[in-house]
């Protein structure tokens, strides 16, 4: 457990609602949820989510902290947007999940071996080396860090050529690649942004 | 001089040499007939997609599109910005639209930005190409450049997800979009107004680490395509365009079907239909062959 955790746990103690609120992405919402369904209902993964969003608005009500935060369903989000678009009340539910599986992951309790959380991390950590997503390097870390290494890219391996010969995947990248040229600039940016952000966060938890 | 300006986010997969550069071919053939001039932001980076959540919170986030907003401010003042990318738009547009809508985030998002002197006002339009297409164009004058009408092949229009929701199309309903469906019977083509799955989910980034159960969706998709007697299957978006093109060996693999559906973008069809060649559709970058537009294109 993170220090940071245990500090959220005991300044939120009674009301895990509140901490969602305070520090989750557009988490003001979550209380705003009249327990339609709807949302379950339009997830298309909706069955490999072990709670769904309709359930996850009513646990951080009811105060589940660890249950919510340690569940791997937020990470099951393909990002469609249809329980977006859908919702009678307008939440932006795509959004509250991405922020619960972030501040999930901020805290230190995600569940580690969750893939598309490694592949989040691994593609955020891509991107912010040049400013742009190397493909090659992206898809050689989904083989080696989040599939099964050699296995994965074995039974990929038909893809990859495919890609190659269609001239929309280049070996080379693995030497470089594409990349912007301010990438100092970038590097400033971010690192304020994040200062930022978590000048916020520590405000709430002190 | 150009008919139409606009300052041009072309996004990390329409790189030389990436997965969706293809894309951007026949998007380029598709606006030299259109007589549109993209400019590109100089030193444009990534959005972070839908995928970013994990490492970056949402300052951050933002602060990468609002990177990119800004650029275009300063370079191409006073155009809109377009993408051709779903998550690209999506991103950008998220961005400007929580930054107009909450002041102290703009206020972050400037104090980030003032480090690598950038300034943002937040204030441009921005589109997708197939707003473009049809808002600033419309369905008459895409007709207008027709020179080999697309006669006797039937296209499955797939919208997908981020180029409809949340903002989609003005005019165009989330669950039932027309705008691709009309683009193809433009164009002199079958379109498929029935086709149930032209809004379904492939899986997103998803189809990387959750590969089975993106499969499954992608299947339906196919599927659905073929009971329909499509030809090819049309969509705006790189993330579906691969998903429902490269996946197609694993998936008979695993599902005994025998799939072979081209998958292409609305700027392949318009290309051939403007009597373009192969190379200038960017043909050559399927990698299941869209024989029957190889065959007009030949022609």
Same mark, same amino acid.
């Given at each position: 457990m993170s220090d940071m955790n245990t500090a959220m746990i005991e300044k939120y103690r009674n009301s895990f609602l509140s901490e969602v609120e305070a520090n989750v992405e557009e988490g003001e919402w979550v209380k705003m949820c009249m327990q339609c369904g709807v949302c379950a209902g339009s997830c298309p993964l909706g069955n490999a989510w072990e709670h769904t969003p309709q359930k996850i608005f009513m646990m951080i009500r009811a105060g589940k902290r660890d249950e919510v935060l340690t569940s791997d369903s937020m990470w099951m989000c393909t990002s469609c947007y249809n329980c977006i678009v859908r919702c009678p009340r307008e939440l932006p539910i795509t959004h509250i999940m991405h922020g619960l599986a972030h501040y999930a992951k901020r805290l230190g309790i995600a569940p580690k071996e969750q893939p598309t959380a490694k592949f989040a991390q691994l593609f955020w950590d891509n991107l912010m080396k040049k400013g742009r997503v190397n493909e090659l390097k992206l898809g050689v870390d989904l083989y080696f860090k989040v599939g099964e290494g050699m296995k994965t890219a074995m039974k990929n391996k038909d893809i990859g050529l495919a890609m190659w010969k269609a001239k929309?995947?280049?070996?080379?990248? +693995? +030497?470089g690649g594409h990349s912007i040229k301010d990438v100092s600039g970038l590097h400033k940016i971010i690192a304020k942004a994040q200062e930022l952000e978590e000048a916020r966060i520590a405000k709430h938890g002190g | 001089m150009a008919k139409r300006e606009y300052s041009f986010y #072309? &996004?990390?997969?329409?790189?030389? &040499?990436?997965?969706s550069s293809n894309y951007l071919v026949s998007v380029q053939t598709m606006c030299e007939e259109l007589d549109i001039q993209l400019n590109e932001i100089p030193d444009w980076n990534c959005? %972070? %997609?839908? *995928? /970013?959540?994990a490492g970056g919170g949402e300052l951050p986030r933002l602060a990468l599109s609002a990177r990119n907003i800004a650029l275009s401010e300063e370079h191409n003042p006073g155009q809109d910005i377009v993408a051709t990318c779903a998550a690209c738009w999506l991103a950008t547009r998220e961005t400007q639209e929580r930054l107009q809508h909450d002041e102290g985030l703009l206020a972050e998002a400037n104090t980030a930005l003032a480090e690598a002197g950038l300034k943002l006002r937040a204030d441009a339009p921005i589109k997708h190409m197939a707003e473009v297409l049809?808002?600033? *164009? /419309?369905y008459e004058e895409i007709g207008s450049k027709v020179k080999k009408p697309l006669e006797g092949i039937k296209i499955a229009g797939y919208v997908g997800c981020q180029t409809n929701? #949340?903002? &989609?199309?003005? /005019?165009?309903?989330?669950?039932? #979009?027309k705008y691709l469906d009309k683009l193809v019977e433009t164009l002199g083509a079958d379109s498929i107004p029935t086709y149930e799955k032209k809004v379904q989910c492939c899986g997103g980034a998803l189809a990387f680490s959750e590969p089975e159960k993106s499969q499954e969706m992608i299947k339906g998709i196919i599927e659905a395509a073929y009971d329909h007697g499509a030809d090819m299957i049309v969509t705006p978006c790189p993330v579906c365009q691969m998903n429902v093109e490269v996946y197609q060996d694993q998936i008979n693999a695993t599902h005994g079907t025998k799939f072979k559906m081209p998958v292409v973008y609305y700027s392949t069809l318009m290309s051939v239909a403007y009597g373009r060649s192969a190379a200038d559709a960017a043909l050559n970058g399927q990698v299941i062959p869209a024989k029957k537009l190889e065959e007009i294109a030949a022609k």
């Open positions: 929309r995947l280049n070996p080379m990248e +693995f +030497f | #072309p &996004g990390c997969s329409s790189q030389k &040499g990436a997965s959005c %972070a %997609a839908s *995928i /970013g959540y049809i808002q600033d *164009i /419309g929701r #949340p903002f &989609g199309i003005a /005019g165009e309903s989330y669950e039932n #979009p």
